[in-house]
């Protein structure tokens, strides 16, 4: 016989389902309220500094300089650190020339 009731369990999750979203609702409608307040007291959100161009490229070269923002030194291991030193030491086997001898013309399109 046919029952036109649900199962216990499919009432648990449906409960289940129907606290959560209570919860979520009341989680937002607190946030918001909390949001309106702070905007009222404070009369009008503060605005961030407006930067002149170049401004944000000079301020990171300048922390690139200072190293104020340098992250920690990391060792080099193993096989890359010795072909790293040999790269470094091969490259005073030739002088650097004063002048370029070729043009980009004498390279061509690549």
Known sequence: MPTFFPSPLYLNKAANLFVL????????AAHAQHDSLQTDSAGTQEQP???????????????????SHAGATLPMLGPAA?????????????????????????????
Request: one cysteine or more.
């Open 82 to 110: 010795n072909l790293s030193w040999q790269r470094y030491l091969d490259s005073y086997k030739h002088p650097i020339p004063e002048t370029f001898t070729r043009t980009l013309d004498d390279v061509g399109a690549r």
């Open 49 to 67: 500094p407006t930067l002149r161009i170049g401004q944000a490229t000079t301020n990171a070269l300048n922390m690139q300089v200072q190293g």
């Open 21 to 28: 979203c209570a919860l979520t609702l009341a989680a937002m």
